[in-house]
Structure formats: C-alpha cells, structure tokens
C-alpha cells in the first residue's frame, strides 16, 4: 500500500435503508448463531436489488440492454472523475443542463446535493433532486468520456416528476451512461483520483446495490 487515501462513497445497508416508491424495506436475519449453540455465524437477507447505494444499468428501462454481469470489470473502474455541487433551496426540482455549464470531460460525474443529510426523513424520498432528462444527451456531447452519474439523492427521478424521471432513466441508461444513486458523497473534499465501484454480482440483474470506493493517490 502506498500514500493512497480511500474513501467510501456507499452508505451501510442496513433495516432503515430508505427506498423508493413501493420498494421494499431490507430484512436481516440472524441464521446461525455461536451464542446460540450453533458452529459458526450466518445471516440471511432479503432486499430489493436497488437498495442504499446502487448502480442501474441499462437493462432496468432498455429490454435488450445490459446487465450487470454484462459489464467488462474494467468498465466499473473509473479515473477521470468530476465533482459538482447542485445545492438549492428550491425543491422539489431537476438539475438541468444549467446546473452544470462549464463541466470539464470525465467519465464519471458526482452531484452532490446535500440532500444525503435528509435521509432517514420523509423529505429524502420526495424532495431529493432528480435529473433533468435533457442533461444525458448534453453530457454525451459536452463530456465524450462520461461513463457513469453518481448522485447523492434516493433516485434520479424525483417521486413528484415521476414521468420525467422514467424518461431520465432511459435517456441516460440508451446513452450507456450508468447510474448511481442513494450514494454518499458527504466524505468527499475534492473529486477523488479514481472510483470503483463494485456491484453485487448477481447475473442478468438491471441493477445491485454496491460498494463505491474513492481513491486519492
Ligand atoms: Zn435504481
């Protein structure tokens, strides 16, 4: 290991993880038990695959369209990364292409919120910020090497928008841009060096929750 600082950019799963919509809340039991006389400790858990910090990839909207064990291991490591602040007061609203005029190229771009101290509350899943479905097109033009948006928010379809949330989640998932949401960026000084992120590899899925690691070299 040399002088590289790592950070985490996923929030812990655990029964108070926040979902949207008619989701379904996570359930962790304990299986085996040393306490209890058993040989060793397991667990069992149930939860929806696009639990806390998870990744959609286009076979959530596109029928035909990649899944996550479809993915190249090189295409969830990350070294171009941007890191953007849309704070508003005004809510709930869209981050739209204004929002992020004068984006430099990246492959994966972070907008940061602040909404991630609302969770836990019912504002995080009716006020959080969504994304404007405008922005994928522009991205893919303004930021060739875009690859991925990451976004501290429940979904990148506000529940109040929910129609222009869909149409998001197509845009960006035709123009292979993945998507990243629930995440915690609150960590986060400046943009990290590099970003990997590591899905739950369960085949065919259109999404996983997953561990973001942000790495300074
Ligand atoms: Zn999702």
């Given at each position: 290991?040399?002088?590289?600082?790592?950070?985490?950019?996923?929030?812990?799963?655990?029964?108070?993880?926040?979902?949207?919509?008619?989701?379904?809340?996570?359930?962790?039991?304990?299986?085996?038990?040393?306490?209890?006389?058993?040989?060793?400790?397991?667990?069992?858990?149930?939860?929806?695959?696009?639990?806390?910090?998870?990744?959609?990839?286009?076979?959530?909207?596109?029928?035909?369209?990649?899944?996550?064990?479809?993915?190249?291991?090189?295409?969830?490591?990350?070294?171009?990364?941007?890191?953007?602040?849309?704070?508003?007061?005004?809510t709930p609203?869209?981050?739209?292409?204004?929002?992020?005029?004068?984006?430099?190229?990246?492959?994966?771009?972070?907008?940061?919120?602040?909404y991630?101290?609302y969770?836990?509350?019912?504002s995080y899943?009716k006020d959080s910020?969504?994304?404007?479905?405008?922005?994928?097109?522009?991205?893919?033009?303004?930021?060739?090497?875009?690859?991925?948006?990451?976004?501290?928010?429940?979904?990148?379809?506000n529940?109040?928008?929910?129609?222009?949330?869909?149409?998001?989640?197509?845009?960006?998932?035709?123009?292979?841009?993945?998507?990243?949401?629930?995440?915690?960026?609150?960590?986060?000084?400046?943009?990290?060096?590099?970003?990997?992120?590591?899905?739950?590899?369960?085949?065919?899925?259109?999404?996983?929750?997953?561990?973001?690691?942000?790495?300074?070299?």
């Amino acid at each position: 290991m040399g002088d590289e600082k790592v950070v985490l950019l996923s929030h812990e799963i655990d029964e108070q993880t926040p979902f949207y919509g008619k989701g379904t809340s996570v359930k962790l039991k304990q299986d085996k038990s040393i306490r209890k006389g058993d040989s060793c400790n397991t667990m069992h858990w149930s939860f929806y695959n696009h639990t806390g910090t998870h990744v959609d990839v286009p076979l959530h909207f596109l029928e035909k369209g990649a899944s996550v064990t479809d993915l190249r291991p090189e295409e969830w490591i990350f070294s171009k990364v941007l890191l953007v602040e849309v704070t508003d007061t005004e809510t709930p609203r869209l981050v739209k292409v204004e929002d992020l005029k004068g984006a430099k190229d990246c492959e994966l771009l972070l907008i940061r919120t602040g909404y991630e101290k609302y969770r836990g509350s019912k504002s995080y899943l009716k006020d959080s910020l969504g994304l404007h479905p405008e922005l994928a097109d522009w991205l893919k033009t303004e930021c060739p090497s875009i690859r991925a948006v990451g976004i501290d928010s429940i979904s990148i379809s506000n529940i109040k928008n929910r129609e222009l949330g869909r149409m998001a989640h197509k845009s960006f998932l035709e123009n292979n841009i993945l998507l990243i949401e629930d995440m915690k960026l609150s960590p986060l000084g400046e943009a990290p060096d590099r970003v990997i992120i590591a899905p739950l590899l369960v085949k065919e899925a259109d999404g996983a929750p997953c561990t973001v690691f942000g790495i300074y070299v």
